[in-house]
């Protein structure tokens, strides 16, 4: 399953973490840049399931286009492959179309690897046009979405116009950190796992 984001630095790691913790997912990093990784986060919040290696590594916090050429590393989308694993999350980098090559998009990736989507999004002004967008994407590229993920606060009156406008399903999950994981990951689970 792919964790897609309606932008960078929507929660998409949060909602793995959260994913792993609850239905003990596998997880894989398809192109991770920038030396803070996200499988170390994972790794602090998660201590029984598979992480798997990256499946390209850039040192340089920017999209993979120009990071590539900053680190002086050469692949192309044809190069990326996904662990032959049955339960796993794959998080991607930046939302559908960040690059992920000189030629290719996340998205592009996506309708060549099909799998469903999970798509983060969380509360800020211009996030329904955004999500909608996303979830056009989405659609229009025959890629199956489960649901998407609020994360942080909750505005049901977002939740109302994207659910009556594009007929996705929508599950909340609430910011959280070592003191109140538990807590937070088994209300989550009690709300998407109707949508898995």
């Not at 932008?7 to 790691?13: A, L, R, Y």
């Not at 598979?50 to 590539?68: E, M, R």
């Not at 030629?103 to 955004?130: C, E, P, Q, S």
């Not at 942080?152 to 599950?171: N, S």
Request: aromatic share 10%; hydrophobic share 40%; with cysteine.
């Amino acid at each position: 399953m792919y964790i897609s984001g309606i932008h960078t630095d929507t929660g998409k790691t949060h909602l793995c973490v959260a994913l792993c913790k609850a239905f003990k997912y596998s997880y894989f990093k398809l192109v991770q840049a920038g030396s803070n990784k996200d499988s170390d986060i994972l790794r602090r919040f998660v201590k029984d399931v598979k992480i798997h290696n990256d499946g390209i590594f850039l040192h340089t916090p920017a999209s993979p286009h120009i990071a590539k050429k900053l680190d002086n590393i050469e692949y192309s989308m044809n190069d990326l492959v996904l662990p032959d694993d049955n339960k796993m999350i794959v998080e991607l980098a930046g939302g559908l179309f960040c690059p992920i090559d000189d030629n290719f998009t996340m998205i592009d990736f996506m309708k060549k690897n099909k799998r469903k989507v999970i798509l983060a999004a969380r509360n800020y002004l211009g996030m329904i046009n955004h999500t909608i967008l996303s979830i056009k994407a989405l659609q229009d590229n025959s890629l199956e979405i489960v649901c998407v993920v609020m994360i942080g606060e909750i505005d049901t009156r977002l939740d109302d116009f994207i659910i009556k406008y594009t007929g996705v399903k929508i599950a909340h999950l609430e910011y959280f950190d070592e003191t109140n994981i538990d807590e937070k990951v088994e209300k989550f689970k009690k709300e998407i796992e109707k949508f898995l």
